[in-house]
């Protein structure tokens, strides 16, 4: 069964840092295009980043861009999230999400449960 | 960057009525567009993606249209089970927006 699960989640004061994983099963991790989608509490879906298979392309939405890093270790079969110098609009919840084919350009296809950053005095 | 919008932001049907929804790029974007459908309190399900292309296991209710900078969602017979917010997303290039969503429910 493909599986994304999400940790590292908490509550963090404005200006820290928190890194986020997320461990794939039940598929070949290495061949896929990973992303991180965050949806903060009432609003919509927005895309955070993306990471081709091989890490050669990495990709940020300019709210984030500067702040967090995404990472990814293929020996591990994981995804990851350090996000630096965090903000109150970071707030949200943050899913791991895979491309739905692999080797092409296609959306996301499988979606982790989520993991919930809060960032708060 | 492509900014992505849809519309009606929420809408009222019956069960069994047609519901349109509009997804627009402000640029084009050929056909990478998807759709997603999030049910409350749920993980969003990739509904349609190629802007037409119906993801195994969809209901044949759903349909897509579109491409270049305009397209729509059609649910032919809204069902109960259809209540959801229904996001657009473009997946061409970086950043992938999706679009701000809209909220059907069943009056």
């Known amino acids: 069964e493909v599986q994304l699960v999400e940790s590292g989640g908490g509550l963090v004061k404005p200006g820290g840092s928190l890194r986020l994983s997320c461990a794939a099963s039940g598929f070949t991790f290495s061949s896929y295009s990973m992303n991180w989608v965050r949806q903060a509490p009432g609003k919509g879906l927005e895309w955070v980043s993306s990471i081709s298979s091989s890490s050669s392309y990495i990709y940020y939405a300019d709210s984030v861009k500067g702040r967090f890093t995404i990472s990814r270790d293929n020996a591990k079969n994981s995804l990851y999230l350090q996000m630096n110098s965090l903000r109150a609009e970071d707030t949200a919840v943050y899913y791991c999400?895979?491309?739905?084919?692999?080797?092409?350009?296609?959306?996301?296809?499988?979606w982790g449960q989520g993991t919930t950053v809060t960032v708060s005095s | 960057d492509i900014q992505m919008t849809q519309s009606p932001s929420s809408l009222s049907a019956s069960v069994g009525d047609r519901v349109t929804i509009t997804c627009r790029a402000s640029q084009g974007i050929s056909n990478y567009l998807a759709w997603y459908q999030q049910k409350p309190g749920k993980v969003p399900k990739l509904l349609i993606y190629a802007a037409s292309t119906l993801q195994s296991g969809v209901p044949s209710r759903f349909s897509g249209s579109g491409s270049g900078t305009d397209f729509t969602l059609t649910i032919s017979s809204l069902q109960p089970e259809d209540v959801a917010t229904y996001y657009c997303?473009?997946?061409?290039?970086?950043?992938?927006?999706f679009g701000p969503g809209t909220k059907v429910d069943i009056k």
């Open positions: 999400a895979r491309d739905s084919v692999q080797g092409v350009v296609t959306p996301v296809g499988v």
């Open positions: 997303q473009k997946y061409n290039s970086a950043p992938r927006s």
